[in-house]
């Protein structure tokens, strides 16, 4: 047997911040020495991180991710293990997106991505450009704090693979796997046994059994070992990398890391048969046939041992037994990776807190959930012993809690603003969700606050504004019940930043969590500058569906029992006057269900729907509804959706979660001044409804089966 212990691993790195980027790589290099490991794979651009950017345009940070890499091959951590590093590089004045593949202090092989991401959240070709030169290789000339440190001037760079003793790897990097001809199906043709994937992929709702399934399917149709190594954690915007480095062997998984963890360093590895992978291949007749008319891939030789020669008693170890992959339910994927988020931005802002005007409604009661379960989460890490979370907890709160419930009440602040329209009902679900949490929490009547206001603009117009109920008109009644969410907004700020203050904490301001939820956002259903105008929102691309499937899981998982009866409340802003005829409901405002809501949000962006063909996919989806009804529906969906479309340019910047987001800044790019009439798609429906109107219905004629 040719056995070689090969590893991977998830980091939790931060963009630009290159010096703990580069300790992370080291400390992962090491540990996968003291695991055994002979091959080291590493994530997508793990030495400047992912999310840089814009400043991948800046030559500066090329030059620091040279010199970090010369830093680690002086420290000698390459010594005996192949690495295989992502960082950007520069080639004859084109910046490209690499992996740097280096053994006993020298670089062996720089290969550029070939197919960049560039949809969704993705936007490589800003960036980058891709390697057009198929099984191609060139030289680089190598920068001089390189050449300084380790006296190699030149280096290939191109499309290749490596050639060992007794094995040969190549790399793809993250996007090359999803395309429909990756590169590994060429690399396995031609031979290739190792194959390393360093990715930079964002956590989304039900995304890793794609990725898991992507993998296993392309070793089981080709026979090989195939690595996987992702980011983890939030490294400075709206996506949360989700980790769970992964290690598959012809078809079968053999390891998988965590997906939601709060350790900095996940370094995982396995035992695994080359000779396994020969006899594999030769048992798939048709692959053969293929692979002895591929292309071939030029080699880089080196006169390293992948696996152990034959005067090492190591030889002897046994290949590692395949696992079955471990999933996440929804609700706890909704759970655990805003948790881990939002501890990544605690620490790294350098703020106090956070801070939750809470409701009492299922919202802003699921973002105290996940706050809550973030501490459950820190108090876990502390208990192992994790160095990094206990150094962060000391120096945000100046000591290490017994408990979640003390830690919740340092760091987490929770306030009920009722006015003359909250009910008791609302007040005591707040405060009893805050007190399982354990948070600080307060509570404050913000009616004086709004009539300021109002009496303000009254004296100011010459009339008193009334709501709708008071014989107000429409404008008036919103004008009122906007008021009064812009002052909860304003008032929220003031405490975030004088609790801490009042508390005796040191330094730092609370930061503002905003709850809003992705079909709210979607619908326009929310006050421009209310409090969904925070300064990150952990559920702001999660669907109202499945964040009461989240309230139901965490009554009983977290513990927070309330979140039931929370869940069971009919939605509603309580920003309107209760009478014995009227008490508002969001979906009654919102004039269709969050269940439809969510619906045409998945429509309109993951199957890029208009007006007209999503009217026709839903006459035959709700054939219970008459096709007058249906029109309607869609109709007044991309009426409000269009009229609002103005606040998404202001959007909370959101843990991005789902597919169909709204969110303006990078993920669903859409002009935001429409002409809300529709005039031409309406008239289309309108057509499309007489006509089927007017058609009898079809006899089924089908013979009756006996």
């Known amino acids: 047997m040719r056995v070689v212990t090969v590893a991977t691993c998830s980091l939790n790195q931060w963009a630009m911040d290159f010096e703990a980027n580069t300790e992370r790589i080291l400390q992962s290099i090491y540990e996968a020495k003291a695991q055994g490991a002979r091959y080291r794979l590493g994530p997508e651009l793990e030495i400047c991180g992912y999310s840089c950017e814009d400043h991948f345009l800046e030559d500066d940070t090329f030059s620091h ?20 590093i992502g960082m950007p590089v520069l080639y004859r004045n084109v910046r490209y997106n690499c992996r740097v593949l280096v053994l006993d202090s020298k670089i062996l092989l720089v290969r550029p991505k070939l197919f960049l991401a560039n949809d969704g959240n993705y ?29 190699q001037s030149v280096a290939p760079i191109g499309d ?26 060429g690399l396995s043709l031609d031979g290739v046994e190792i194959l390393g994937n360093g990715s930079g992929s964002h956590h989304q709702l039900r995304k890793l059994n794609t990725r898991v399934d992507l993998i296993r399917s392309a070793t089981a149709k080709n026979g090989g070992v195939y690595l996987y190594a992702n980011q983890q954690g939030c490294d400075g915007n709206r996506l949360y990398f989700d980790g769970t480095p992964l290690i598959v062997v012809n078809g079968q998984l053999l390891k998988q890391g965590t997906q939601f963890s709060l350790q900095d360093v996940q370094v995982i590895s396995a035992n695994v048969d080359l000779d396994a992978v020969r006899a594999y291949r030769g048992g798939l007749h048709s692959r053969g046939s293929q692979a002895s008319r591929t292309l071939r891939f030029p080699r880089v030789h080196s006169d390293f041992y992948l696996c152990s020669n034959e005067h090492d008693p190591e030889v002897h170890r046994a290949p590692s037994k395949p696992v079955e992959p471990s999933y996440h339910a929804p609700a706890e994927e909704i759970c655990w990776g805003p948790a881990c988020w939002l501890w990544d931005y605690l620490r790294r802002s350098g703020m106090a807190g956070f801070f939750i005007p809470l409701s009492g409604g299922s919202d802003s009661s699921s973002t105290a959930a996940i706050v809550g379960a973030m501490c459950q989460l820190v108090m876990k890490e502390c208990g192992r012993h994790n160095v990094q979370v206990i150094e962060d907890v000391k120096r945000i709160i100046g000591h290490v809690p017994k408990d979640h419930h ?3 009440h340092q760091l987490l602040h929770t306030m009920y603003m009722g006015t003359e329209n909250s009910s008791e009902a609302t007040r005591l679900r707040a405060a009893q969700l805050a007190k399982e949490i354990g948070c600080f929490h307060e509570e404050v009547t913000i009616d004086n606050i709004v009539s300021s206001f109002v009496d303000n603009a009254s004296s100011k117009l010459g009339a008193e504004p009334r709501f709708r109920s008071r014989g107000g008109s429409d404008r008036e009644d919103l004008a009122l019940q906007n008021i009064q969410a812009r002052s909860r907004m304003v008032l929220g700020y003031l405490y975030g930043q004088l609790l ?3 508390r005796g904490r040191p330094s730092g301001n609370l930061i503002m969590l905003g709850s809003s939820n992705v079909d709210e956002a979607l619908r326009g259903y929310l006050t421009k500058y209310d409090c969904s105008a925070a300064d990150i929102n952990p559920i702001g691309s999660v669907s109202k569906r499945d964040l009461r499937m989240f309230l139901r899981w965490g009554a009983t998982a977290l513990g927070y029992n309330s979140l039931l009866s929370i869940v069971e409340a009919t939605p509603t802003a309580e920003l309107m006057p209760v009478t014995e005829d009227f008490v508002q409901s969001d979906e009654v405002d919102m004039g269709m269900t969050y269940d439809e809501l969510s619906h045409f949000g998945r429509l309109r962006k993951i199957h890029y729907c208009g007006p007209v063909s999503m009217f026709l996919l839903l006459i035959h989806e709700w054939t219970d509804t008459p096709p007058r009804i249906v029109g309607e529906k869609v109709k007044r969906f991309f009426r409000y959706y269009s009229i609002n479309r103005h606040k998404m340019t202001v959007l909370t910047p959101s843990y991005h979660a789902e ?23 309406f008239k289309r429906i309108d057509e499309l409804v007489k006509k089927l109107e007017q058609q009898k219905p079809i006899k089924d004629e089908s013979p009756s089966v006996p």
């Open 123 to 151: 936007r490589e070709v800003r960036f980058f450009q891709p390697w057009t030169h198929r099984a191609k290789v060139f030289d680089l000339d190598l920068p001089p704090v390189v050449q300084a440190a380790m006296g």
């Open 659 to 681: 597919s169909y987001s709204p969110d303006d800044n990078r993920f669903d790019l859409r002009q935001f001044l429409y002409n809300t009439k529709w005039e031409w798609q």
């Open 406 to 408: 003390e830690l919740a």
């Open 65 to 84: 991710s040279w010199e970090c890499l010369a830093e680690i091959l002086r420290s000698g951590a390459t010594s005996n293990i192949l690495c295989d």
């Open 500 to 502: 801490p203050w009042a």
């Open 160 to 185: 290749a693979a490596l050639s060992f003793r007794d094995g040969t790897v190549s790399c793809e990097t993250c996007e090359e796997l999803f395309t429909p001809d990756s590169p590994h199906i």
